[in-house]
């Protein structure tokens, strides 16, 4: 249910550090700039070796509205869910450490919640390799809007990077305390945003850029590992066990869809964690009726032939 924004709510912005003494500054500096003033910064150091630390205590020194924890490592989830229970404001957003933001970055998301009534306000982003972008040049205006519904079925599309990630968004704060990021895992953003959406109502998406999203091919982000294939398979079948609880069949449905596609998808290329979980047969348990006919054919494509049906046809009419 959609709750009247207040005049001057407070934004509390969560930023985990660990081992970013590179970027950290450049971080902070971006968040202090910000044209929307009644926030609070959490820097919440995740057991940083390096010199983070202390460069976080010294941020905190310079501006009364940073505040630091200093905790034993225990991963992104961790260091986030420490942060939000700090977090005084009604929002929350999340800012990586090794990532910057817009100067309106807070003004341009509440402006979202405030002109379409919503519930969580999302902005878009820019890949980026280096320092001092400046936002100046954006494309042409667009907004979208999503129900509980909508929003879910816009992951598996065009959407998709803008939507799921827990950065460049406010989110209401009493929602994020209930939908905790699960400790230790890979593709935590893809294990709790989907929650969020579906639990507070009405998602607006906005195209403006406002975050940086530093390209840093050593970032777990850009490393294609066994453990970070079986978090994300992991993370859609628990997707639709939620569905399944909650009594949403339609979005049961597009779960147990969107499972069976990326299986298909990456076994066709080659993933031997997808190849292993249809050898297992574990995917049995996600064809149920709803969830389409090209959907079971597309499945039942590879087990015959071995060849993403779904592929083919796009080939062959590209030709």
């Not at 807070?106 to 390799?129: K, N, Q, T």
């Not at 940086?212 to 997707?239: G, P, V």
């Amino acid at each position: 249910m959609t709750a009247a924004l207040t005049e001057n709510p407070l934004v509390s912005i969560i930023v985990p550090v660990y081992k970013v003494e590179a970027f950290l500054d450049r971080c902070v500096e971006s968040l202090l700039a910000q044209s929307y003033e009644n926030i609070e910064i959490i820097l919440v150091d995740d057991g940083s070796p390096d010199a983070c630390p202390g460069m976080c205590d010294v941020w905190a020194e310079k501006d009364h509205r940073i505040q630091v924890l200093h905790k034993a490592n225990g991963g992104l989830s961790d260091a986030r869910n420490q942060g939000v229970k700090l977090a005084r404001g009604e929002y929350v957003c999340f800012v990586d450490s090794d990532d910057y933001v817009s100067p309106d970055h807070v003004e341009y998301l509440l402006g979202l919640l405030r002109d379409y009534g919503a519930d969580i306000a999302c902005g878009s982003f820019r890949p980026v390799s280096g320092d001092g972008e400046s936002f100046g040049s954006q494309p042409e205006e667009h907004v979208a809007c999503f129900d509980k519904i909508s929003s879910y079925k816009a992951l598996s599309g065009r959407y998709y990077m803008p939507l799921v990630t827990a950065w460049a968004k406010l989110f209401p704060a009493d929602a994020v305390r209930a939908n905790p990021f699960p400790p230790g895992r890979l593709h935590e953003d893809e294990a709790v945003t989907y929650k969020l959406f579906y639990e507070s109502g009405k998602t607006v998406l906005g195209n403006r850029e406002i975050y940086a999203y530093y390209q840093n091919e050593k970032s777990i982000t850009h490393t294609k590992t066994r453990k970070n294939m079986e978090a994300c398979l992991q993370a859609y079948e628990e997707q639709y066990r939620y569905f399944e609880a909650a009594g949403c069949p339609p979005l049961q449905a597009a779960a147990a869809k969107r499972l069976l596609g990326t299986l298909v998808d990456l076994a066709d290329r080659g993933d031997e964690v997808c190849r292993e979980f249809l050898a297992e047969k574990r995917e049995k348990q996600y064809l149920i009726s709803s969830v389409g006919l090209k959907a079971k054919i597309r499945y039942y494509g590879y087990l015959l032939f071995r060849v993403d049906l779904n592929k083919l046809y796009h080939r062959i009419i590209k030709k």
